[in-house]
């Protein structure tokens, strides 16, 4: 599991999936409390209705104290992302405007944890929430902002947790045998990536795609494996994009491979 943390050192972004929506709830708490003590302002977004949740946390006197001067937020998920296909450009702006307020009133920064599970109940839903978990991903590393994604196993299933998962810098472990997401100029991917879970990367990359036409550069310093069908799908990525995937990684194999099979529109560099 990386670490996740921005260039700012912020906590970043991350995933947690969970059975039990009690213990995703008291993880957030810790994690809003961290936030408090940082000197951010904090939002929960909760599957429950607001005044239960604002009941509960009322009981831990930091948590009250802080709902009570506006220092920290619960709301519900249609509420912060509305009930339907998420626009991404409208939540970002959204966001924009929360941090800014947040330093405006002297804050640090702002922190949100949110149980994400109704908005990718349905296919179109996910696809668009998906989109947006790697664009917020992006949007983070340059705003003092950070977050972290909660989904209920119980209700999606692991096949879709791991598509979400794995566009995070950070997940729980299980979750996703890799991570794609955003960095300086381009991608980093982490992790494994083998026969198993092909089919989730070559979505993840289209998922986190630019759509801007050209070359891609990918830091996989932190790759463990990769096997050739992985391979294929970034040299059909690239060929997408008219451009030529440049991965940076230590993997021998993955040099070899990409010979052996003649994927020419990957590039094969030395990490570091």
């Given at each position: ?11 970043g ?7 039990d929506p ?30 239960l ?182 040299h ?20 070899r ?16």
């Open positions: 599991m990386t670490s996740g943390a921005t260039a700012s050192g912020r906590p972004h991350a995933c947690w999936s969970y059975d009690a213990i995703f709830e008291a993880r957030a708490r810790e994690f809003l409390l961290a936030g408090l003590a940082a000197g951010d302002r904090v939002c929960y977004v909760s599957p429950e209705p607001v005044p949740v604002v009941e509960r946390w009322s009981s831990t006197p930091r948590l009250r104290e802080a709902l009570h001067s506006g220092a920290a937020e619960i709301a519900s998920a249609e509420h912060m992302y509305g009930d339907g296909i998420l626009a991404h450009d409208a939540q970002l702006a959204s966001y924009t405007t929360t941090i800014e307020a947040a330093l405006a009133d002297g804050y640090a920064g702002w922190r949100i944890a949110a149980d994400a599970t109704s908005l990718v109940s349905d296919p179109q839903r996910r696809e668009a929430f998906a989109r947006y978990e790697h664009l917020v991903d992006r949007f983070m590393r340059t705003r003092q902002m950070s977050a972290v994604c909660g989904y209920d196993r119980s209700r999606l299933g692991g096949p879709v947790i791991e598509e979400l998962a794995c566009l995070h810098p950070t997940s729980d472990p299980g979750a996703s045998l890799f991570h794609l997401y955003a960095g300086d100029g381009g991608l980093v991917l982490d992790g494994e990536l083998d026969s198993s879970n092909q089919d989730v990367f070559a979505t993840a990359l289209r998922r986190t795609d630019s759509g801007t036409p050209g070359d891609l550069l990918i830091d996989a310093a932190d790759l463990r494996f990769v096997d050739y069908r992985s391979l294929v799908h970034l059909r990525h690239a060929a997408r994009r008219h451009g030529e995937v440049v991965l940076r990684t230590d993997l021998g194999p993955a040099s491979l990409v010979a052996l099979l003649g994927l020419t529109r990957v590039r094969v560099e030395a990490a570091g």
